[in-house]
């Protein structure tokens, strides 16, 4: 290993039209993958103490915790990619600040001391990449004396054990701070590690899918594949495959089971459709596919390693284009597709983003495995079916009209987190349009109310949409997997809904069908997906719709409630859509409940994709103690290569028709 000098680069600083190294690089092989870590690790460097024991990026941002947890992230948390490198037999130039950062940190003596963890301490999470790095990368402890080696344990591994820690996916945690130190025959606690991983596996419901939590929580997000749960579940079946090949085996398992689930929340383009929260994380989103490879594991058909790696690349190369998640000196930034607060978790620190860098946790894979070797496989859409259900998340998977989206019900984070309606109650979720996020409290431009139906008592200044289900289960009906959930946005009003996928008649189009028990009156407000509200010409926003131009909205963006100027809205039966990149749409089916159609323009910031958003909404006031259907249909056709702006509307005006068996349902209530 090169032993790094002890300046580093020089800072990066992105002027006006810049573009970040990360951007450059041409992915391909394990050594372009190399390169492209090198480019999230270098812009740090200006950033690291004076002793190297923590990391502060721009942003300036705080969070739950305190801030010497927050910049602890950020020198533990690149170390995911830099031990997967180092694992490798790759070189990094600045291994050696990591290691100097280890021994003031851990040191109890030193100014910089990272200070002993309390109980639900933050700086638990970040002893998991540290003791992953510790486990892989004989250079840490190799370069500590006996007294830094001892400092070490004390903190990495007495500290830990001996404090009380969130019943969820934090336990893996404590086993990776134990597994780092038993690596190198330091002390650890096996009996920690052996009940950890007991209780962990209660967490299991079947399928390769685990809850981020115990009995009664249903939560299914990436922390149960990449974040977390999956992810570590796999480094564990390597590491410690030996030692405790029964726990190996099981969790590769899981993983060939997950891995047959996990693809479809990827589309062609290499985009993970954004679901729950930490999306924040960014191509982390696919570190499971790298550990899937790090663990090698035998696939399930049809999966191949040229598929695998397919999905790996094809989701860095898609970050790659976008530009605007970068710091002005190339660190990256809270947001998803830009900097963005709104979305962020209160758990985001600046430096919290790093956690994207367990994704290169494939630089450990050994040049000559297949997954390296192995020529790259486009996405095997021509394998897969074109809607498919997942139980156990209780998602319906869509291949149909250009995108990858997911119809939801059921799942909900354990506490309410901000934006925790967006983040798990939506009723669709894209790969193309990302969800939408309030920015306040007040009125619908505020809570932007992307795939939701928002009810209002007070005349539409709050809204509540759903968030927790009383009932959620996938049904079949014409042999096409239907969702039906039961939920309650007040005491009263009682909601039944159903999500019926696209059919290959409507391939752009979906259902979405509300069944309203209104015991108050309430506004209720149901919108679309949420798409760019710019003009190519010159970003402002999107004029009534022109033919010639392919972009536009009918009706005209007048304003959330001024349903009654003629030009802003339109009957529900008439709808309402807005082109962009893409289209998207909205149109009530059922002409017995009269519905307004328009525009809603979102708050700025509040979608994850796009800066400046329109919602096409239907909007309609039912009176106390009435029973009303709402049948929506959805329409939406992204952008992408090869399909014409010409052709964006194409399916609008074949609307889809209402199933048999719905109608049958109709005409019985």
């Known amino acids: 290993m090169a032993e790094s000098p002890r300046e580093g680069p020089k800072p990066l600083v992105l002027g006006y039209s810049d573009v970040h190294p990360f951007s450059k690089v041409d992915i391909g092989d394990r050594k372009s993958v190399q390169d492209l870590l090198k480019t999230v690790l270098d812009p740090l460097h200006p950033h690291f103490s004076p002793l190297k024991a923590t990391i502060r990026v721009p942003g300036g941002t705080t969070v739950r915790f305190d801030n010497k947890a927050a910049e602890i992230e950020g020198i533990c948390r690149p170390m995911w990619g830099l031990a997967g490198l180092l694992a490798g037999g790759g070189e990094y130039h600045g291994t050696s600040w990591f290691v100097d950062g280890l021994k003031a940190g851990t040191d109890p003596d030193s100014r910089e001391f990272w200070g002993w963890p309390r109980d639900n301490d933050q700086r638990m999470v970040e002893m998991c990449p540290l003791g992953f790095t510790l486990a892989v990368a004989p250079v840490f402890w190799n370069s500590l004396s006996e007294r830094e080696r001892e400092n070490v344990e004390n903190w990495l591994g007495n500290s830990i054990n001996q404090k009380t820690m969130p019943n969820t996916n934090w336990l893996w945690f404590r086993v990776f701070a134990n597994l780092g130190l038993k690596k190198n025959g330091g002390k650890y606690s096996q009996e920690k590690v052996d009940q950890d991983i007991l209780h962990l596996n209660s967490f299991y419901r079947g399928g390769g899918w685990s809850n981020d939590g115990p009995e009664g929580i249903w939560q299914q997000d990436y922390y149960s594949g990449s974040f977390a749960i999956q992810f570590l579940q796999l480094i564990y079946s390597k590491l410690a495959g030996e030692s405790d090949p029964a726990k190996a085996d099981e969790f590769k398992k899981r993983a060939r089971d997950y891995a047959l689930d996990f693809i479809h929340y990827f589309d062609e383009e ?18 499971f596919w790298s550990a899937l490879a790090y663990a090698d594991v035998e696939l399930p058909a049809p999966l191949t390693w040229g598929i695998v790696k397919g999905l790996l690349l094809r989701n860095l190369r898609w970050w790659q284009t976008q530009r605007h998640i970068w710091s002005s000196t190339g660190t990256l930034t809270i947001g998803y597709c830009y900097p963005n607060m709104y979305m962020a978790e209160n758990y985001n620190s600046p430096q919290s983003p790093m956690w994207a860098c367990l994704a290169f946790i494939c630089l450990a894979v050994p040049e000559d495995h297949p997954f390296w070797t192995s020529k790259e496989e486009p996405y095997p859409t021509h394998l897969l079916p074109k809607v498919k259900p997942l139980p156990h998340p209780g998602h319906i998977i869509s291949y149909h009209g250009g995108h990858r989206m997911l119809l939801s019900s059921g799942q909900a984070c354990s506490y309410p987190m901000k934006g925790t309606h967006a983040k798990y109650g939506a009723f669709a979720y894209s790969s193309a349009y990302g969800y939408s996020v309030p920015t306040g409290c007040f009125t619908l431009e505020q809570f932007a109310l992307a795939s939701q139906l928002g009810l209002s008592d007070d005349g539409g200044e709050f809204w509540k949409t759903r968030r927790l289900c009383e009932e959620a289960v996938i049904e079949t009906h014409d042999d096409l997997p239907v969702s039906r959930s039961i ?17 290959e008649a409507t391939p752009n189009w979906h259902l979405r069908v509300h069944k309203i028990e209104a015991g108050r009156e309430v506004m209720t407000a149901d919108g679309s997906f949420a798409i760019c509200n710019e003009r190519k010409l010159d970003d402002r926003y999107l004029d009534l719709y022109d033919a010639e131009k392919c972009e536009g909205t009918l009706p005209k963006i007048i304003g959330n409630y001024d349903l009654n100027t003629p030009e802003g809205s339109s009957p529900g039966a008439v709808g309402s859509f807005a082109v962009s990149k893409g289209a998207v749409g909205i149109v009530d089916l059922v002409a017995e409940t009269p519905r307004t159609a328009m525009l809603v323009n979102a708050d700025p910031n509040s979608n994850l994709i796009e800066g400046r958003t329109v919602i096409p909404t239907l909007q309609h006031t039912i009176k106390k103690g009435e029973t009303v259907w709402y049948v929506t249909a959805i329409y939406a056709k992204p952008s992408g290569e090869g399909v014409l702006p010409e052709s964006y509307l194409d399916g609008w005006k074949n609307k889809p028709t209402i199933p048999a068996w719905l109608k049958d349902e109709l005409a019985s209530s």
């Open 487 to 503: 939920w309650k946005p007040y005491p009263d009003v009682t909601i039944k809904t159903y999500l019926i996928p696209p059919v």
């Open 270 to 287: 290499g985009r993970a459709t954004p679901f729950g929260r930490s999306v924040g994380y960014r191509f982390a989103m696919a570190g």
